[in-house]
């Protein structure tokens, strides 16, 4: 579990740094670089002040409690199966707040658990920087994401993984982050791409990405790290751990070829953004459903994800006509959606510890955090462009983020 948390840590800086930073023009690439740190720091801080504690405690089916406030009773566990063992539930309550509950003969320190989930709540709100890249302040988004982070991010993963969460009695299946993480990052960078609109220049001007080297090498340090993300997500070195990994390596595969194929034949040729953008489409589907299914359903939800995300960034954005500047949606909200929905199809009882899944289930918890993700986000934007504004100015945004928001720039 302590490998596991590093490895998530990684997925954002520097993985996700460096995959945003080179698909930006060269005039915003330490801006973007930039969200990614700071938000690693700012939720850290959230997160052990109050955002742990929403998600992670007893409290209603849709928010926690405040009993891990300033991570206040965070022990190490000693004997979890022991503990849940005695069905003292109050007892229970007292030594683990019912973090391992879901997870009844694992021992894990409550510290560990605590920080593995941390770098989840890292990851998804600077997964939605890719939706507003080089127009939104620096001050507007370190307001949204510190807001979005205690009343979209943390209710979210508690209805999904604090086994009273309504999501979770429902029987709604996320085994590492298809809702929690994908689904509402994506969702919500789309309210971002509505609220704060189109580059300047947007469809007129050229917006090559500066870079893809970076890119190439964020999205392999990303791949490298989701090992960590769906493994992990076993919490323990098990058989169910080792599916996991397979069937994240094989998705993964899957929706590469199946993006570069597609590109190949529509557009003539395969290249390497494709490859990369397809490989992050086939861990994203495969996230809630890799605990749960078996090698060959995870190659048809790699397939399902590269083809179905590919239209989603390209034809789908082109008809609608929004600026989501590094497909944060298309990839993570339609990809996250799809691996939702599979893994209602193929989830398998043959799996130790595996359940079947149910469509209708998923596509409860689907709509839930759409619906509740996207109203809450476009909300707290509002907001925030009524207070301090949300966007830079037009010579600002030409002169690029780099310069106009924080003095540097790459030579």
């Avoid at 988004?141 to 807001?147: H, N, R």
């Avoid at 309504?166 to 919500?188: E, K, P, R, Y």
């Avoid at 298309?330 to 899944?357: N, R």
Wanted: hydrophobic share 55%; charged share 10%.
């Amino acid at each position: 579990m302590l490998a596991s948390m590093a490895l998530v840590l990684m997925m954002t800086v520097p993985g996700l740094a460096l995959f945003y930073g080179g698909m930006v023009r060269k005039k915003n690439v330490l801006g973007t670089l930039m969200q990614s740190f700071a938000i690693t720091c700012l939720v850290t801080l959230l997160w052990y002040v109050i955002g742990y504690s929403l998600a992670f405690t007893p409290g209603t089916p849709y928010v926690g409690g405040l009993s891990r406030l300033f991570m206040n009773g965070v022990i190490y566990i000693k004997d979890v199966a022991a503990a849940a063992a005695t069905k003292d539930t109050p007892a229970v309550e007292a030594v683990i707040g019912k973090v391992s509950v879901s997870h009844l003969g694992v021992t894990i320190p409550e510290t560990v658990y605590a920080m593995f989930q941390l770098t989840f709540a890292i990851i998804t709100p600077a997964l939605i920087c890719g939706a507003f890249a080089e127009r939104m302040k620096f001050s507007a988004m370190l307001w949204f994401m510190s807001i979005w982070s205690i009343i979209v991010y943390a209710p979210i993963a508690h209805w999904m993984w604090e086994p009273g969460g309504w999501g979770a009695t429902a029987g709604v299946l996320d085994f590492a982050g298809g809702t929690v993480v994908h689904i509402n990052s994506g969702i919500a960078a789309l309210a971002c791409a509505l609220a704060l609109g189109k580059r300047v220049g947007f469809n007129k001007e050229p917006m090559a990405p500066h870079n893809l080297v970076l890119t190439v090498i964020g999205a392999s340090l990303l791949w490298v790290g989701w090992f960590g993300f769906n493994a992990g997500s076993a919490v323990a070195a098990d058989g169910r751990a080792g599916m996991a990994m397979a069937v994240t390596q094989i998705a993964t595969a899957a929706a590469a070829l199946a993006w570069m194929f597609m590109e190949w034949t529509v557009k003539g040729k395969p290249s390497v953004l494709g490859i990369a953008s397809g490989a992050v489409a086939g861990l994203v589907a495969i996230t809630p459903a890799s605990g749960f299914v078996m090698p060959t359903p995870a190659v048809i939800i790699g397939i399902a994800a590269g083809v179905i995300c590919f239209l989603a960034a390209t034809s789908l954005k082109k008809a609608l006509g929004y600026d989501d500047s590094l497909d944060a949606f298309g990839v993570h909200c339609i990809g996250g959606i799809v691996g939702a929905l599979l893994t209602g199809v193929f989830a398998s009882t043959a799996l130790d510890g595996g359940q079947a899944g149910s469509v209708v289930t998923q596509l409860k918890g689907v709509l839930a955090t759409l619906v509740y993700g996207f109203v809450v986000s476009y909300l707290i934007l509002k907001v925030i462009d009524m207070t301090i504004g949300l966007r830079v100015t037009e010579e600002e945004e030409r002169e690029g983020l780099d310069v106009s928001l924080h003095g540097e720039h790459v030579e």
